[in-house]
């Protein structure tokens, strides 16, 4: 690479892909050949029972054990997952949330089992429970205690892990809720500040650590196709933050005042349809995060093209890498200063989405800040209203997407058979051997220990100290990751956040919503009561974005529709669906355990009599999709079914067919 | 209605009344029915179920307030105290707002849930339909069926004018959910909202001094509604999400019902009934039918009469008596 003959580069952002699958050993497989093909930074993606505080074995876990990411119940299988990698060496993106402080806790204890201490470990744990509360649903506790968490957090890393980013605050996910640019940038400044006032009020945080707290908070964006208004939000959000830095923190090193982000591009732009063209897209992203030295990310992982189909093979994800590397070691990217200071064009389409974000972010801070516009569902009303406009878009063609809604004639495409062999398929065996390695653990450990570690926990939460001592204690000890939650939630209660998904309907209907309209209104009058739909959302994933805009449509179209928000059992959807006197259950499951949900719904309506036809809509391989129609799903929906009208029409076909009355 | 529908209605009729889950949604789905055949074995249904339950059955307590006030918040947590004492628990959500389209969004009414399906829980949604008066006739027809098959009643809406009206002719006592700082004593006023609640909750008493505030304002103001009664509505701080003050609002529940006796809620149902009569009948004949019959006079002479019988039958009895008397036969006119 030091080719003498090119002029001084830049050194790269950080490579990295977000992974983790199955198991702790499969995953460190997958790390480990990641690493030696040039990654140069890890992003573990753990599955939603590690991410929502349940051992592998609870009741909520069935179905969801290794499938969106690797199940990590203990110490044992952090120490395997990180078996042959250096933690000293390491740069590590934890995309966890609620059990934050002890995925963190189990990092460190590993990290000093391998002879590691804290103060050498570099990387970042997500920990942004705002944005979870809005868009990705894998919350557990109430805003309140969250918040603490969050800033014990802070206030423990500033001093005992000083390199680690302890609060990533994303923008990442507003986006794939529908955010604009311009709430996708307030809506984070808002999200930051409500975690620096939260640390600033601390006791144990003094005015001179301040600086260093805000040089700390790092942030994770998305990155869209209109990748020039991307590259301005990039700037817009730099400036911003050292405005905020200065102004409102009094941070006087504009070093410590850098906006530092790392970056996953956008997931919600890739289609289902001609899948290669993802590809495209995805290198026109990763360079409106690149281009401009000024607002260049810090870390960069891709999505695989074929991620609108299922979960990508390692060779997708390679694929995803090189377009990285070429990007930084055979282009003349990294030679230039920035290349876009001194474009008028820029820098007014900067001004323009700063003032914009500083508005919305006023009205945000004038109703008491991003936990109070979370609690009154303001922000999340908007983001659903957004993405609203945005699939309206999609389906009226006043939004091209290529290979979706225009150029859609297409040669069958080499890179996808028949056959579903174009994605990786989690060995169905994967959850059982999991509960077999934790019953074995649990076996092991010395109970007088766990139990001591546990109480440790408890007494030290309910004493107002820091929760990241003893939860590092409860790691060693051989605490399990359900067994740390449950001490929390025993403390702090659990929350359910507002849909956001409100009963003001769209002012202008375009002729074929009138057309389903009419339908949906005859059917009405021939059943005795208007068409009532169950939207259920069963599982842990949280992924709402769809269900909520199904919900939205369905009640366009003049049904009367029930959504409870998120993560309920299959047999609360059963129960909803009988007490509430529902004409048809509409299911939606992006987790990939859509079979063993769906097929629970089923057995559970059998069981209690009730004749309902049920849908069913997510990332569902064909195959699967066949097996769902064999076990009496009447219909399955997938990302390229964008146009929610003919969703809706064939509802009203469904429901007709089932009550005899077509 | 041929014989085997009709023992198929009595049955059903006695599965409710033996407290039977499984019959409750289907029953509630028949009287939501607006086919005519339906309609009449409704009608027959809601009689024969409130002859039984008009001054017994189910505690009816309603919960209104505006929307963001943390209905959502208190209801689940009243939800799980009644559960915690083994008592069941129907609840009626009630969406007023009405759509142009017919459609509606509906559930997402409690906000803290058991992640288990208890059967000791139901919950049914009720949304706005076309017609005026129409939601509160539904509302009452589903609060019959599920009071026959439940310890309490719990009655949601959303406080959007007249709806509490109609929500507090439902209930034995009706609680307002009030936010901090969502107005002074005199919007409070204006609002009529110091007239009809029997117990007023400040939820999010974590705001501190806010939620003082307009507890403060709302005890100085509760003497000051046009009452019937000399009952003066408590004003309770809660924070349904802390935990705190439920104590103390389920005290003055309690209390209200002990302040009415049991002639006060004799009263009060008896009161809500009639109401629902007048609905019923003003929505179907007007006031000019009404008034070819004999008007609001002879109504209240016969509710009078027949005080102590179903409100449904009723409503069938005197509907047919008015279409005679429009028809020209036996007009008093």
Redesign the interface.
Same mark, same amino acid.
């Given at each position: 690479m030091n080719d003498p003959a090119r002029p001084e580069r830049d050194r790269p952002w950080v490579f990295r892909t977000y992974s983790g699958h199955s198991s702790a050993e499969a995953s460190n497989t997958l790390y480990r050949s990641n690493l030696a093909k040039g990654q140069t930074g890890l992003s573990v993606a753990f599955d939603l029972p590690t991410q929502t505080g349940y051992d592998s074995d609870h009741p909520?876990a069935r179905g969801e054990v290794g499938k969106v990411g690797v199940p990590i119940g203990h110490i044992d299988d952090m120490e395997v997952l990180f078996r042959e990698i250096p933690l000293d060496q390491m740069n590590t993106s934890m995309t966890i949330n609620a059990t934050a402080a002890w995925l963190l806790a189990l990092y460190v204890a590993t990290a000093e089992r391998q002879g590691v201490t804290a103060d050498q470990l570099r990387g970042t744990t997500q920990n942004d429970l705002i944005k979870e509360y809005l868009s990705r649903g894998t919350y557990v506790f109430?805003p309140?205690p969250s918040m603490r968490l969050i800033s014990d957090m802070v206030a423990h890393s500033v001093t005992a892990i000083p390199k680690w980013n302890p609060v990533n605050i994303c923008s990442y996910h507003l986006q794939e809720a529908g955010a604009t640019p311009v709430q996708e940038i307030a809506y984070a400044m808002a999200n930051a500040i409500a975690v620096l006032d939260a640390v600033k009020a601390r006791d144990d945080v003094s005015d001179e650590v301040l600086p260093e707290v805000f040089a700390r908070i790092s942030f994770f964006l998305n990155a869209g196709i209109r990748f020039v208004e991307e590259i301005c939000k990039g700037r817009a959000m730099t400036e911003l933050w050292d405005e905020l830095g200065r102004d409102r923190y009094g941070v006087t090193d504009p070093k410590q005042r850098r906006f530092r982000y790392g970056v996953q591009v956008n997931s919600l732009g890739l289609t289902e349809a001609q899948p290669e063209n993802n590809v495209i897209r995805i290198v026109l992203e990763a360079l409106g995060v690149t281009f401009s030295k000024k607002a260049r990310c810090r870390a960069l992982q891709l999505p695989a093209w074929n991620e609108a189909l299922g979960l990508p093979r390692p060779w997708d994800q390679q694929w995803s890498l090189r377009i990285q590397q070429i990007l930084a070691y055979e282009t003349d990217l990294l030679e230039y200063p920035d290349l876009l200071d001194g474009s008028h064009v820029v820098e007014a389409k900067v001004e323009e989405l700063k003032k914009a974000a500083q508005e919305e972010l006023e009205r945000v801070l004038a109703m008491g800040g991003a936990v109070a516009a979370v609690e009154?569902?303001y922000m999340k009303q908007r983001l659903v209203e957004s993405h609203t406009a945005r699939l309206r878009a999609i389906e009226s063609g006043e939004l091209p997407i290529v290979g979706v809604n225009t150029y859609t004639e297409t040669e069958p495409s080499p890179l996808v058979g028949d056959d579903d062999s174009s994605i990786l398929k989690v060995d169905a065996a994967a959850e059982r051997e999991q509960i077999e390695r934790l019953n074995a653990f649990r076996a092991k450990r010395n109970d007088a220990d766990v139990k001591a570690a546990l109480q440790g926990l408890h007494d030290a939460l309910s004493n107002g100290e820091n929760v990241m001592p003893p939860s590092v204690r409860a790691a060693h000890a051989g605490v399990t990751g359900g067994e740390w939650a449950d001490t929390l939630r025993e403390l702090f209660? *659990? =929350? &359910?956040a507002? /849909?956001g @998904? @409100? #009963?003001r *309907?769209s002012q202008v #209907?375009d002729e074929a919503t009138q057309q389903v $309209?009419k339908r949906? $209104?005859a059917l009405? *009058?021939k059943l005795? &009561?208007?068409l009532k739909i169950l939207v259920g959302k069963p599982g842990l994933d949280g992924h709402s974005n769809g269900a909520e805009q199904i919900? @939205?449509k #369905? $009640?366009? %179209? +003049?049904?009367?529709? %029930? =959504?409870?928000?998120i993560r309920l /059992?299959p047999?609360?959807i %059963?129960?909803?669906a $009988?007490?509430? +006197?529902v004409h048809v259950i509409g299911l939606s499951i992006l987790s990939g355990s859509h079979l063993v949900l769906v097929l629970d719904v089923l057995a559970g309506l059998k069981n *209690? +009599?009730i004749d309902v036809p049920v849908i069913v809509g997510g990332i569902i391989p064909e195959e699967d999709a066949e097996s769902l129609r064999e076990a009496g799903i009447q219909r399955v929906y997938t990302p390229k079914d964008f146009n929610l009208t003919r969703i809706m029409d064939e509802v009203v076909d469904v429901v007709e067919a089932s009550a005899g009355v077509g | 209605m041929s014989s085997r529908r009709a023992r198929a209605l009595a049955d059903l009729g006695e599965r409710l009344l033996a407290r039977e889950r499984a019959a409750v949604a289907p029953a509630l789905n028949l009287v939501d029915d607006r086919r005519p055949e339906a309609r009449k074995e409704a009608a027959a249904l809601l009689a024969a179920l409130e002859e039984k339950t008009l001054l017994g059955g189910a505690r009816r307590i309603g919960l209104t307030g505006a929307p963001g006030a943390g209905k959502s918040t208190l209801l689940g947590a009243l939800v799980q105290r009644f559960r915690s004492r083994d008592q069941t628990v129907g609840v009626i959500a009630v969406d007023p707002s009405s759509q142009r389209t017919g459609g509606a969004l509906l559930g997402d009414r409690m906000r803290v849930r058991s992640g288990s399906a208890d059967p000791g829980v139901f919950i049914r949604s009720l949304a706005a339909r076309d017609q005026l008066g129409g939601l509160a006739e539904a509302a009452r027809a589903s609060v019959t069926i599920v009071a026959a098959a439940f310890d309490v009643v719990l009655v949601e809406t959303v406080g959007v004018g007249q709806s509490e009206g109609e929500v507090a002719d439902l209930v034995d006592t009706l609680v307002y959910v009030a936010q901090p700082g969502a107005g002074d004593l005199l919007q409070f006023m204006k609002a009529g909202i110091l007239e009809l609640p029997d117990v007023v909750a400040v939820n999010k008493a974590d705001l501190g001094p806010m939620a003082e505030r307009t507890a403060n304002e709302l005890m100085a103001g509760a003497g000051m509604g046009e009452r019937t009664t000399e009952w003066v509505p408590p004003v309770v701080l809660v924070s349904a999400q802390e935990g705190t003050g439920l104590d103390e609002l389920e005290a003055a529940l309690e209390s209200h019902l002990e302040s009415l006796g049991p002639n006060g809620l004799q009263e009060r149902r008896r009161r809500g009934r009639d109401a629902g009569v007048r609905v019923s009948l003003e929505r179907r004949y007007g006031s000019h039918g009404l008034a070819a019959w004999g008007g609001h006079a002879k109504l209240e002479a016969r509710l009078a009469e027949a005080q102590d019988h179903s409100g449904f039958a009723l409503a069938e009895a005197l509907g047919q008596e008015i279409e005679s008397a429009l028809r020209g036969g036996g007009s008093d006119l």
């Open positions: 909520l109430p309140e009154n569902a209660g *659990e =929350y &359910r507002p /849909t @998904v @409100v #009963a *309907e #209907a $309209r949906v $209104r009405g *009058e005795g &009561r208007p919900a @939205v #369905a $009640r366009d %179209v +003049g049904m009367e529709v %029930v =959504y409870d928000g /059992t047999a609360e %059963v129960q909803s $009988r007490d509430e +006197g *209690e +009599g | -």
